[in-house]
């Protein structure tokens, strides 16, 4: 049976609203391309910082502008509107561990993925606030961006880190041109990581979403997973979408490297308790909750008329 996760109903855009994509139909434009892919658990982790309660953590100038929507709106569109699993995104901001924790204990999510997209203030994956014009070298960053994953994964805050290797994000291991990966063997970097994770008891995401992105990658490199699966660490399966027809991208190869590594179960999420399931068994107990869901739609597609 596969997952996916790591949804996320709109694209990065300002303008993308909760009124054109927080809609039960399209859920539903999600649920059908997910089908088609043979992907029966689905769920949604909408960014944090499209709400505004994310300000209460951290504002970030990046965050001020997105941060419009209500946390709770979203929650209860997901479970009254939709036949998703409900998790959040959620970045790990150190020193607001406690005020993360309080808006994650406050809500019934299914499962919570946490990210570091920054170090300090600057941007791994963007151009805007970028980390890579902050003149620490290719190392520092790449070593502070691991021992931050470490970090975040030992707060018991989160079920999954997401994109464990962002960092590579700009530069393919077959371009010698690109300044943004150090050189050599990388596992010196990963150690912090897969130590923090293994630690914090929580899983992996195995993500699609790097082939999509300037380095053409899974994330995370088949050396950090190895490292996990060698950690004890379980797998979850995510393609990071933004858009109905990137559900599932990518996943031949994911399930090539689980398949090379012997990782044979994902990880499966319900109210934050977490179960393994075998990727080749059939989605029985998904069908029952997807009928569910189905009938849950059908109700709120018709209370909403
Ligand atoms: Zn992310
Ligand atoms: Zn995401």
């Given amino acids: 049976m596969l997952t996916d996760y790591h949804l996320h109903l709109r694209p990065d855009d300002l303008d993308a609203s909760v009124a054109q994509y927080h809609t039960p139909a399209n859920a539903q434009r999600y649920r059908e391309a997910a089908g088609e892919r043979g992907i029966a658990e689905l769920g949604v982790s909408e960014h944090i910082y499209r709400f505004r309660q994310a300000l209460d953590i951290w504002e970030h100038p990046f965050w001020v502008p997105?941060?419009?929507?209500?946390?709770?709106?979203?929650?209860?569109?997901?479970?009254?509107?939709?036949?998703?699993?409900?998790?959040?995104?959620?970045?790990?901001?150190?020193?607001?561990?406690?005020r993360t924790a309080s808006l994650l204990e406050a809500r019934d999510f299914d499962y919570v993925v946490g990210s570091v997209h920054f170090i300090r203030d600057g941007a791994v994956d963007m151009d805007d606030y970028s980390v890579w014009d902050s003149g620490r070298s290719v190392e520092e960053i790449w070593r502070r961006y691991f021992q931050t994953v470490g970090d975040s994964a030992r707060h018991g805050l989160f079920d999954i880190i997401a994109h464990p290797d962002l960092v590579k994000y700009w530069s393919p291991a077959d371009l010698t041109h690109t300044h943004?990966?150090?050189?050599?063997?990388?596992?010196?970097?990963?150690?912090?990581?897969?130590?923090?994770?293994?630690?914090?008891?929580?899983?992996?995401?195995?993500?699609?979403?790097?082939?999509?992105?300037?380095?053409?990658?899974?994330?995370?490199?088949?050396?950090?997973?190895?490292?996990?699966?060698?950690?004890g660490v379980p797998v979850a399966l995510s393609s990071d979408a933004h858009r109905p027809q990137d559900v599932g991208a990518g996943y031949r190869r994911a399930l090539e490297l689980l398949a090379e590594l012997?990782?044979?179960?994902?990880?499966?999420?319900?109210?934050?308790?977490?179960?393994?399931?075998?990727?080749?068994?059939?989605?029985?107990?998904?069908?029952?909750?997807?009928?569910?869901?189905?009938?849950?739609?059908?109700?709120?597609?018709?209370?909403?008329?």
């Fill in 66 to 98: 997105f941060a419009r929507d209500d946390i709770d709106d979203y929650c209860a569109f997901v479970r009254e509107q939709t036949d998703l699993r409900l998790g959040i995104e959620m970045d790990f901001i150190p020193g607001g561990e406690d």
């Fill in 180 to 231: 943004r990966r150090p050189e050599g063997d990388l596992r010196r970097y990963y150690e912090p990581a897969v130590e923090g994770i293994a630690e914090g008891g929580i899983a992996v995401e195995v993500s699609t979403a790097g082939l999509r992105k300037p380095v053409g990658e899974i994330y995370p490199a088949r050396a950090f997973l190895e490292m996990c699966v060698d950690a």
């Fill in 262 to 305: 012997g990782v044979r179960e994902l990880c499966v999420f319900d109210k934050r308790s977490r179960r393994l399931q075998p990727i080749d068994a059939p989605a029985a107990d998904t069908a029952e909750h997807a009928d569910q869901g189905a009938a849950a739609a059908g109700s709120s597609e018709a209370a909403a008329r």
